[in-house]
């Protein structure tokens, strides 16, 4: 891509930092800037950077058909911050919004249908978040004697663990 090319792009996604490694192009826009030219949706991706002051990112993969060229659209986001959904552009967005949603917590505005879908509805916190336990907040286990499978709370205390390695089974 040649920087006439860079400069006509800037003018159809207004963007903050404009990347390009090998052949394929990254770019930073504000939340309130997603507006694509681009006719196929890839891939929608989260990522958790726990101790930043953007603690999330959303990745948008985007492809031109017309000009065979891919683009890497990011924002960058607060706890508090929202999405707004593509849902209306690209209809393929349902599933991967609702994945980072139910992953990540990362909520989009405006989305038709937001719900779990990876996990259980009744599940507590998002499993992808670096603050979130290994081992999870339920302990899920078959009891030989009541035959039958049990769900509990576990309380870890974070000054002392122990790691067993042997299932059950």
Not at 14 to 23: A, E, Y
Not at 57 to 79: A, H
Request: proline share 4%; no cysteine; charged share 20%.
């Amino acid at each position: 891509m040649n920087l006439k090319s860079v400069l006509t792009l800037n003018k159809i996604l207004p963007t903050i930092l404009f990347q390009k490694f090998n052949s394929e192009i990254s770019l930073l826009v504000r939340v309130k800037s997603i507006l694509y030219q681009f006719t196929l949706l890839t891939a929608i991706s989260g990522v958790d950077y726990y101790n930043n002051k953007y603690r999330f990112n959303v990745t948008y993969e985007l492809l031109s058909l017309v000009y065979n060229t891919r683009v890497r659209v990011k924002v960058f986001l607060t706890e508090i911050d929202s999405v707004p959904s593509i849902v209306e552009i690209f209809k393929n967005a349902n599933w991967w919004e609702r994945e980072v949603w139910d992953l990540y917590g990362i909520f989009f505005s405006n989305h038709p249908d937001l719900r779990r879908i990876l996990t259980d509805y009744g599940f507590e916190g998002y499993p992808m978040r670096k603050d979130f336990p290994v081992y999870g907040y339920v302990e899920v286990f078959y009891d030989s004697i009541q035959k039958r499978i049990l769900i509990e709370s576990i309380e870890l205390s974070q000054e002392y663990r122990v790691f067993s390695f042997d299932t059950p089974w």
